[in-house]
T-cell receptor
């Protein structure tokens, strides 16, 4: 799986949009971008994923650049409960040859702190 | 919303003892996983399991570890002869399909904290 680079930490004011960047310059055509977060020591929580189109769900939006070498996770109205470590992960899917490579590889993520 | 449930939430065991961590994956999910996180470190993949056999395992998952799906609902991780360095949070996870499906997403449980003393 391609490697990702994220800033180690970020702050965001409560109520503002939190924009978390991720670089994945070596991503290949069949690799998806996944975002998870981990609040304190809880289990990683799935947020959103995408291949090349922008995606939005009830939690967040995912913007992927046209060349797919970077992406941004947007939490539109951050609350104190969004304080967590956010992980950007790229993962191969959709290829028979990758059967058995289902795992997610976590990096160190971005520690997002929402400031009251 | 369906969720992955894990028991126990916390277990303290003596070095050398065997431990079984239990998980109930989301109903109708087909792929199952164990991850662990040593305090202050990254979440690490241990093993994936599909169709009653291991589909992938990491270097961490040596002969000390084993997994089993003893019935239609439970998925267990057994750690034999525990060591101090096995102290960690162990996360079970499941996904509805495998890597052939672009919509595949892995969902995690809240973890079992294992302390080896």
């Amino acid at each position: 799986d391609a490697k990702t680079t994220q800033p180690p930490s970020m702050d965001c004011a409560e109520g503002r949009a939190a924009n978390l960047p991720c670089n994945h310059s070596t991503i290949s055509g069949n690799e998806y971008v996944y975002w998870y977060r981990q609040i304190h020591s809880q289990g990683p929580q799935y947020i959103i994923h995408g291949l090349k189109n922008n995606e939005t769900n009830e939690m967040a939006s995912l913007i992927i650049t046209e060349d797919r070498k970077s992406s941004t996770l947007i939490l539109p109205h951050a609350t104190l409960r969004d304080t967590a470590v956010y992980y950007c992960i790229v993962r191969v899917q959709g290829a028979i040859s990758n059967f058995g490579n289902e795992k997610l590889t976590f990096g160190t993520g971005t520690r997002l702190t929402i400031i009251p | 919303e369906p969720e992955v449930t894990q028991t126990p939430s916390h277990q303290v065991t003596q070095m050398g003892q065997e431990v079984i961590l239990r998980c109930v994956p989301i109903s109708n999910h087909l792929y199952f996983y164990w991850y662990r996180q040593i305090l202050g470190q990254k979440v690490e993949f241990l093993v994936s399991f599909y169709n009653n056999e291991i589909s992938e395992k990491s270097e961490i998952f040596d002969d000390q570890f084993s997994v089993e799906r003893p019935d239609g609902s439970n998925f267990t991780l057994k750690i034999r002869s525990t060591k101090l360095e096995d102290s960690a949070m162990y996360f079970c996870a499941s996904s509805p399909t495998g890597p052939l499906d672009s919509g595949n997403t892995i969902y995690f449980g809240e973890g079992s904290w294992l302390t080896v003393v």
